[in-house]
C-alpha cells in the first residue's frame, strides 16, 4: 500500500513539473515572436544611441587633457626650478652617515685657470662669480654663503654676504672702503658656509672651496723721464759714428794684411 501510494506522490510531482515547463515555453515563445513593427523601431533606435555615444564620449576628452596638461606643466616647473637652483628644497640641518661625500662647488664663471688667471683692474672691474652644486650629492642647504679675497699676505677681503639658496655675487670694485685698498697681485677666491672656511668635510654638507684664484692688477699715468741717465736723441746719428770708427781699423787691416803677403813672398822667392 506504501509503495502504490509513493508512485502516486511521484507521477503527480512529474506531471506538475512538466505542466510548469509548458507554460515557461509558451511565456518564452510569446516573448520572443515579436511584431512586424518592432524590428523597425529597433533599427531606429540604435543608431540613436550609437550616435548619442560618439558625441558625448568626446566632450570629456578636453577635460581629461587639460588636466594631464596642467599637471605636466606644473611638474615641468617644479623640475625646472630645481634643476636651476640645487639649494632649493633641502633641510638647513641633518646628519648622514658617511657613506655620503661632501658637496664641492663648480665655478661657472669666472673659470678656475691656473696657468693664467682672470684679471681684474683695481677700482673699475665688477666681479661677478657664479657657481652650482650636484643637487644629488647636496643634502643640506646653507644657512648662508661668504665670498671673500684672501692675498699673498693673508689678508683677508669679504665681497658678499649672500643667502644660502644664491648661486652668484657680485663685488663692485669701484666702490672699495678707503681704508682698506686693494694690492696688486694673485687673491684666492673662498666661498664657505656659516660653520666657516676651515669646517671639516661633512657627509652631504657644502665643502668649503678655495680653488679659484684671480689677479689684480692697476695701471699709472705716464710720467716723463727728466733725469741725465735718459736720452732720447742720443743715437740719432748711430749710423753716421759707426762708420767713422770702423773705417780707420779697415784700412789698418789691410796695410797689414798687404805687408805681410810681400814680406812672404819675397822670403819665399
Known amino acids: 500500500m506504501r509503495i502504490y501510494t509513493y508512485i502516486i506522490l511521484q507521477l503527480s510531482f512529474i506531471a506538475l513539473i512538466s505542466a510548469n515547463q509548458a507554460i515557461y515555453i509558451k511565456r518564452a515563445d510569446g516573448a520572443v515572436i515579436p511584431t512586424s513593427a518592432s524590428p523597425v523601431s529597433q533599427q531606429q533606435q540604435q543608431p540613436t544611441l550609437t550616435a548619442t555615444a560618439i558625441v558625448t564620449a568626446p566632450s570629456a576628452l578636453p577635460n581629461t587633457a587639460s588636466l594631464s596638461v596642467s599637471n605636466n606643466t606644473q611638474s615641468n616647473n617644479t623640475q625646472s626650478l630645481n634643476n636651476e637652483n640645487p639649494f632649493v628644497g633641502k633641510p638647513t640641518y641633518a646628519s648622514f652617515s658617511n657613506d655620503i661625500p661632501p658637496a664641492y662647488l663648480t665655478w661657472k664663471k669666472p673659470i678656475p685657470n691656473q696657468t693664467f688667471p682672470p684679471l681684474y683692474k683695481i677700482g673699475v672691474s665688477n666681479m661677478t662669480f657664479e657657481w652650482t652644486v650636484d643637487p644629488n650629492i647636496l643634502k643640506v642647504q646653507p644657512a648662508n654663503l661668504t665670498v671673500a679675497l684672501a692675498n699673498p699676505q693673508k689678508q683677508t677681503y669679504t665681497a658678499a654676504i649672500v643667502p644660502g639658496t644664491a ?49 689684480m692688477y692697476s695701471t699709472e699715468a705716464y710720467v716723463g723721464r727728466t733725469d741725465s741717465m735718459f ?29 805681410s803677403i810681400i814680406m812672404l813672398s819675397s822670403i819665399l822667392a
Do not use: E, N
Open 231 to 259: 736720452c732720447p736723441t742720443c743715437y740719432l746719428g748711430g749710423g753716421k759714428s759707426f762708420k767713422g770708427t770702423m773705417m780707420p781699423l779697415f784700412a789698418a787691416f789691410g796695410i797689414a794684411a798687404l805687408t
Open 167 to 215: 648661486t652668484s655675487a657680485h663685488w663692485d670694485l669701484a666702490h672699495l672702503p678707503a681704508g682698506s685698498p686693494l694690492m696688486v697681485g694673485y687673491y684666492t677666491v673662498w666661498v664657505y658656509d656659516q660653520r666657516g672656511p676651515k669646517a671639516y668635510p661633512s657627509p652631504g654638507w657644502l665643502m668649503p672651496d678655495s680653488r679659484l684664484v684671480v689677479a
